[in-house]
């Protein structure tokens, strides 16, 4: 008779299942928990693990901890944030840096003015008409939104019945409480066509606790935001794989065993008491992850944007210019995807990092080239004597703002995905159970591991 499902874990099955998947016998890891993926959600959660005493390992498809969380390094050492570019100041932050022994200071932009610009002509504008700037827009802004304090800490915890309020076209609700002076200072990269974009993911992108690290500040590391993450990653030593695959994975209420693959082929047999899911949940992630019904079914709804943060170099744009993006001929000037939010500049000369934001479809090739047609612009309408310029980086950060539709958010959704916390000795944290900011992850994350404490 074949072990049942629930005995997976017995030393004959786990022959069975090492021998099947051609990995060597004594090629296995056993660990309290293993983590999958090490982005900013699971570096941190292994470390505040370990510091529980439990035993990790990390799988990360990458060659490098950190996710977003990148930076260049220049000839002279001079460190480029090109994506996420500061923390909030809180004390999970301080904590985090401190326990890692990362020096950080108050992150301050480079000196520069801004120039509004419409991109699809490439001519200077002007701030849209009568919008307010930045803090006068915010105190509007949250003095609208104070009434839903429940996601005051990024989790996505809704009452039912939700609030129309929440999952109504953020247009609708611009007028509603006449925000239409604040719209631009609260669009953001990350907001697609906020017009349209349903109110609960702008306010979880730029709601309570960001309007709060407006006031108090952002940190970084003084070497950089990769500083964080060389730190954990010496910390965390061999229990970090990276450049290496999810192969297969099971799961049950005695515990978990995963099947990883190397850059170099070689397969593991990773044992566990618990599972931590980091990556972002869309099916096209999870293969080889034999899903629940429930769990195929919630997964499912995911839509996102595309998003591409880039770093050139030698572009003939002024060191000391922002350019910021103004459709002249949109609603309160905020452009339609596809689009560039904004080119900064950098503390290093010639260096600057422009972010792009698409539908699912804009890929690599499409960003690129939406990004030279851009830059080219510019220099044929003489707003800027921009030339031939080099591509540092081209990181992906996609998917961001992962979202679902109103009718899924009414019919409960983020209370059934936040019910699969635990089941099969599975949890899931990272972006999309949490506003995508890193503090406010690693706060959700230290939530998800006193559920993993007691469960």
Not at 70 to 83: K, M, Q, R, V
Not at 135 to 148: L, P, T
Not at 334 to 358: C, M, Q, S, T
Not at 431 to 442: E, I, M
Request: glycine fraction near 8%; hydrophobic fraction near 35%; include cysteine.
């Amino acid at each position: 008779m074949a072990p049942s499902i629930s005995s997976f874990l017995g030393l004959s099955t786990v022959a069975c299942l090492t021998l099947a998947s051609g990995i060597d016998a004594h090629n296995t890891i056993s660990r309290d928990v293993i983590i999958l993926g090490g982005g900013s959600s699971g570096t941190y959660a292994a470390i505040r693990l370990r510091d529980q005493g439990k035993t990790v390992t990390v799988v990360e498809r990458n060659d490098y901890l950190g996710g977003h969380g990148e930076t260049y390094y220049t000839a002279d050492n001079t460190p480029l944030n090109f994506g996420v570019e500061g923390f909030f100041n809180t004390t999970v932050t301080r904590n985090y840096l401190e326990r890692l022994q990362v020096p950080y200071g108050r992150r301050n932009p480079a000196p520069a003015h801004e120039d509004y610009v419409d991109l699809n002509t490439g001519k200077r504008t002007e701030y849209p008409p009568g919008q307010l700037q930045d803090r006068e827009a915010f105190a509007k802004w949250v003095d609208a939104i104070s009434q839903f304090g429940y996601l005051d800490d990024g989790v996505y915890r809704i009452p039912e019945p939700v609030p129309e309020d929440l999952i109504s076209p953020f247009a609708e609700f611009v007028k509603k409480y006449s925000l239409e002076d604040a719209v631009y200072a609260l669009f953001s990269h990350t907001s697609g066509d906020v017009l349209d974009m349903i109110t609960l993911y702008v306010i979880q992108y730029i709601g309570l606790p960001h309007a709060a690290a407006l006031n108090e500040g952002y940190v970084r590391p003084i070497e950089g935001i990769a500083a964080l993450y060389t730190a954990a990653g010496k910390e965390l030593g061999g229990d970090v794989l990276l450049e290496t695959t999810t192969e297969s994975v099971q799961r049950s209420e005695d515990g978990i065993q995963v099947i990883v693959r190397s850059a170099n082929g070689t397969k593991t047999l990773l044992q566990g008491k618990q599972l931590l899911v980091t990556i972002p949940p869309l099916l096209d992630n999870l293969h080889g992850f034999p899903l629940n019904e429930q769990e195929s079914h919630l997964f499912s709804k995911w839509q996102y944007h595309q998003y591409w943060a880039t770093l050139i170099n030698n572009t003939g744009l002024p060191d000391d210019v922002n350019i910021i993006n103004v459709d002249a001929d949109r609603p309160y000037g905020v452009p339609e995807e596809p689009f560039i939010w904004r080119v900064d500049n950098h503390w290093a000369p010639g260096y600057h990092n422009v972010k792009l934001v698409g539908g699912s479809d804009f890929g690599k090739d499409e960003a690129k080239a939406y990004m030279v047609e851009k830059l080219q612009l510019l220099r044929r309408q003489g707003t800027y004597s921009t030339h031939e310029y080099d591509i540092v980086k081209f990181a992906s950060h996609t998917p961001v703002t992962m979202f679902v539709s109103p009718e899924e958010i009414r019919g409960g959704f983020y209370r059934q995905i936040y019910e699969l916390q635990g089941l099969n000795s599975t949890f899931w944290t990272g972006a999309t159970w949490a506003s995508d900011y890193s503090t406010l992850l690693w706060g959700y994350t230290d939530q998800v591991l006193d559920q993993m404490a007691s469960n």
